[in-house]
């Protein structure tokens, strides 16, 4: 079955760095595109970034570009996202997903003092 398991969350203040990682198995990872969601409490699940099966291609939403970077190691399976500059508004369960599969690991909290 599908798995991801994420790590890497904790508390940190205003201006450091994070670098989060979700592993995957159960289904072919080197095919598969990979995103980073997060959900801040009281609001929507949203992407944060995406990255192609290869990584060569990824993509950021306008609130994270410059500061996050996604990338990935397909010989361990293993999504990363390394979050610098962070803000308070980045606090958020950050999870990683599968593009096309419907299945979401447990989660890793990241909060961000100011």
């Known amino acids: 079955q599908v798995q991801l398991v994420e790590s890497g969350g904790g508390l940190v203040q205003s201006g450091r760095s994070l670098r989060l990682s979700c592993a995957a198995s159960g289904f072919t990872f080197s095919s598969s595109g990979m995103n980073w969601y997060r959900q801040a409490p009281g609001k929507e699940r949203e992407s944060v970034a995406t990255?192609?099966?290869?990584?060569?291609?990824?993509i950021y939403a306008d609130s994270v570009k410059g500061r996050f970077t996604i990338s990935r190691d397909n010989a361990k399976n293993t999504v990363f996202l390394q979050m610098n500059s962070l803000k308070p508004e980045d606090t958020a369960v950050y999870y990683c997903?599968?593009?096309?599969?419907?299945?979401w690991g447990q989660g890793t909290q990241v909060t961000v003092s100011s």
């Open positions: 990255i192609s099966s290869d990584g060569g291609r990824t």
């Open positions: 997903k599968a593009v096309r599969l419907p299945y």
